[in-house]
């Protein structure tokens, strides 16, 4: 324990040194939480956090990453912009990231002169400063002939990017490049082409294919019947870049981009997962997309290990995060909901599962939850399996959907989702090139407090799409959705309409709604929390929600005069 706390103390002032104020508050307070009564040269943990909150360079971070917006009264407007906003990926992160990236958004940038995403930025949630602005020498998948820019085409199958971080390094994936980025010197460190990897760096190798759904998982299909999976790189150790190539699984040396070693004997299309020593190598049937064998492979030199057989847990997963595997368990005894390892095969913890039960989908938190036939909502901590929320819905709004979960700080934000007619085609506002994330909700969407369970607020989402970008941060829940709706003085003509609404976050105020073909596909969202601004961006216009400085008078909602009958209320 007495180890542990001395190097968060370092860690501490290493990165205070480095200028990363963020991560230097967060070493802190694991410090003051699990060893406060530690003393390291002379001082507890403690103590340690109490000077810290004397210091003006740590202030702003003790509470987590400095991106709070001001308390006031919310103000929306309108007004038309022009396309000055510059076209951009945003980049989602995969597993736990330290502060630094939480407070910065990563993209892929696009280049009118180059006509691809070939800059790598960092830009500062909270202010929109840029910290980082890297060319990339290697052209990506977005910069290939399957980059459809800023166009919005409801059938094009587009890829969502991802990275993953261990400390400061990044690896970026981009389909069929993967890019090894220090963030902090502001560089790029390699590359290298999963399609192609012996190619030199300063080759481009034509892209040429097609991009397929199978599974749902998205594949490029190339043309002499190599398939590439998109957006899955394998995982990032400390020691090694595990990589999935036309040439076998890849071990990179993540710092200087060297070959550590390499299996040919595994196919490109395998699932990944590991414990951080050994990788479980999971072989897919084709035919039915579930585990057809695993096999282990020891991450340090390459060699072949015994391991556990994980297939059972990977054909029924709910959600996979790392090595864990959530899965439910279905036997003549009920159905068990279980959390385990699979590397190893042991369960962290076990749950049984009342009949007819709702599993809530809680991807990238810090808990899953279940709704019970009555309408009870458990949160679970994923970690362990405890419960740490009860909260009670209408049995009615739950009954036949399929339950989703988001959060921030103080709520939980379950989106009831029940599937509409497909004539309906729901898809998010944002154009696809944009990688802004969101999820599709028609039925209620409940605002839960998390510390007491109770339901702060609810409305009705008809044919909508959720915003997930910056959901933890920004003060509005925003819903921004394009699909098919019946013409009001024609029921039987449908036409393409979007649909933008947004609420405060504290109340359940309908800020915002607007509801007419004639509002453009959204580029971006910039948030700046000093002038306390969130930014809808269009080529057309700008939706602006801002917190005011000094409190005012209630105001009414701004609504679109095209918004046929008002809208579901709430």
Same mark, same amino acid.
């Given at each position: 324990r007495e180890q542990h706390a001395r190097a968060l103390v370092r860690l501490a002032s290493l990165n205070l040194s480095r200028q990363l104020p963020d991560d230097a508050a967060a070493c802190l307070g694991r410090l003051a939480s699990e060893y406060p009564d530690i003393a390291v040269d002379g001082k507890t943990g403690k103590a340690r956090m109490a000077e810290a909150a004397t210091d003006h360079r740590l202030l702003a971070f003790l509470d987590g990453p400095g991106s709070s917006f001001p308390q006031g009264k919310l103000k929306v407007s309108d007004k038309p912009s022009g396309n000055r906003y510059q076209q951009a990926h945003v980049l989602s992160p995969v597993g736990d990231v330290l502060p630094f990236f939480r407070r910065h958004l990563v993209q892929l940038q696009f280049s009118q002169q180059n006509q691809g995403y070939n800059t790598l930025s960092l830009v500062d949630r909270s202010t929109g400063e840029e910290r980082m602005a890297e060319s990339l020498a290697r052209r990506n998948l977005l910069s290939t002939t399957f980059n459809t820019g800023a166009g919005y085409n409801p059938q094009t199958i587009f890829p969502k990017f991802t990275y993953q971080a261990v400390g400061h390094l990044m690896l970026v994936s981009a389909g069929n490049i993967v890019y090894a980025v220090d963030p902090v010197r502001r560089r790029v460190l390699w590359d290298l082409n999963l399609a192609y990897p012996g190619e030199s760096a300063s080759t481009n190798s034509p892209l040429q294919g097609n991009l397929i759904m199978d599974g749902g998982t998205m594949w490029v299909a190339h043309k002499d019947g190599y398939r590439q999976r998109t957006g899955q790189t394998g995982p990032l150790l400390p020691h090694a870049a595990i990589l999935l190539t036309r040439e076998g699984m890849m071990a990179i040396d993540p710092i200087n981009g060297r070959t550590l070693w390499i299996r040919q004997d595994i196919p490109s299309d395998s699932q990944l997962l590991t414990d951080g020593l050994t990788i479980s190598v999971i072989t897919m049937d084709p035919a039915t997309g579930k585990p057809s064998s695993v096999r282990g492979v020891r991450t340090v030199d390459g060699a072949s290990v015994p391991v556990a057989d994980c297939s059972v847990p990977l054909a029924n997963k709910i959600r996979q995060q790392g090595s864990m595997i959530l899965w439910v368990e279905e036997s003549m005894a009920g159905r068990k909901l279980r959390l385990t390892e699979a590397v190893t095969m042991r369960d962290l913890w076990i749950r049984d599962l009342p009949a007819e039960s709702l599993l809530v989908s809680a991807d990238g938190e810090s808990f899953t939850a &279940? $709704?019970?036939?009555?309408? *009870?909502?458990? &949160? +679970? !901590? +994923?970690?362990?399996g405890k419960e740490t %929320?009860?909260?009670?819905? !209408?049995?009615?709004?739950?009954? /036949? *959907?399929? @339950?989703?979960?988001v959060s921030d700080d103080s709520k939980i934000y379950l989106g009831l989702h029940r599937q509409p007619e497909p004539i309906a085609g729901i898809q998010s506002a944002f154009v696809p090139a944009s990688g802004i994330g969101?999820?599709? $909700?028609?039925?209620?969407?409940y605002a839960l407090d998390k510390s007491s369970g109770k339901v702060a607020w609810r409305t009705n989402c008809l044919q909508q799409s959720l915003v997930?970008?910056?959901? /933890? %941060? $920004?003060?509005?829940? $925003?819903?921004?959705?394009?699909?098919?709706? @019946?013409?009001?003085?024609?029921?039987? *003509?449908r036409i393409v309409q979007p649909a933008i609404r947004s609420y405060d976050k504290r109340t359940g105020k309908l800020l915002f709604e607007k509801e007419t073909p004639s509002q453009q596909p959204l580029l971006a969202m910039a948030i700046d929390t000093r002038k306390g601004t969130v930014d809808l961006i269009s080529p057309q216009n700008t939706i602006t929600h801002q917190v005011a400085?000094? @409190?005012g008078a209630v105001t009414p909602p701004i609504r679109d005069q095209a918004l046929p009958g008002g809208g579901p209320g709430r």
């Open positions: &279940v $709704i019970e036939p009555d309408g *009870t909502l458990r &949160v +679970l !901590d +994923l970690a362990s %929320m009860v909260s009670r819905l !209408d049995p009615r709004h739950a009954k /036949g *959907t399929s @339950p989703f979960a969101s999820k599709p $909700i028609h039925g209620e969407l997930l970008e910056n959901i /933890g %941060m $920004i003060p509005v829940v $925003i819903l921004a959705s394009r699909s098919n709706k @019946p013409m009001p003085n024609n029921p039987a *003509t400085d000094e @409190p």
